[in-house]
């Protein structure tokens, strides 16, 4: 069964951290592009960041610049998305999408929507 299951979401006090995974079975991810998009109450999905499947460039949302980081463990079919100096404006529910033949600008590229593959979510909230 081909999948993504996103995990590591919760509760977290401004300037907190976070890891997110994005686990895939069924597929092998390294041969994807893979992105996080988020939806925030009441606007649109954004694409947050993602990661070539060619070289494993990034793209980053102006937003999240310098605060996230995206990356690949190819031995556990896992892309991970740490977020450091975490904002209240971050919070929203988390997916993990990927694509075989999207380039990772693209997917990152408004409105973020096409992709093979979704998750069905991880829940952030950032909050004292």
């Known amino acids: 069964q081909v999948q993504l299951v996103e995990s590591g979401g919760g509760l977290v006090q401004p300037g907190g951290s976070l890891r997110l995974s994005c686990a895939a079975s069924?597929?092998?991810?390294?041969?994807?592009?893979v992105g996080w998009v988020r939806q925030a109450p009441g606007k649109e999905r954004e694409g947050v960041s993602c990661?070539?499947?060619?070289?494993?460039?990034?793209v980053y949302a102006d937003s999240v610049k310098g605060r996230f980081t995206i990356s690949r463990d190819k031995s556990k079919n896992t892309v991970y998305l740490q977020m450091n100096s975490l904002k209240p404006e971050d919070t929203a529910v988390y997916y993990c999408?990927?694509?075989?033949?999207?380039?990772?600008?693209?997917?990152?590229?408004?409105?973020?929507?096409?992709?093979?593959?979704w998750g069905k979510g991880t829940l952030v909230t950032v909050s004292s």
């Open positions: 069924g597929f092998t991810l390294e041969h994807y592009t």
């Open positions: 999408a990927a694509d075989y033949i999207m380039s990772h600008q693209a997917m990152c590229a408004p409105p973020p929507i096409g992709m093979d593959h």
């Open positions: 990661i070539s499947n060619k070289d494993n460039s990034t």
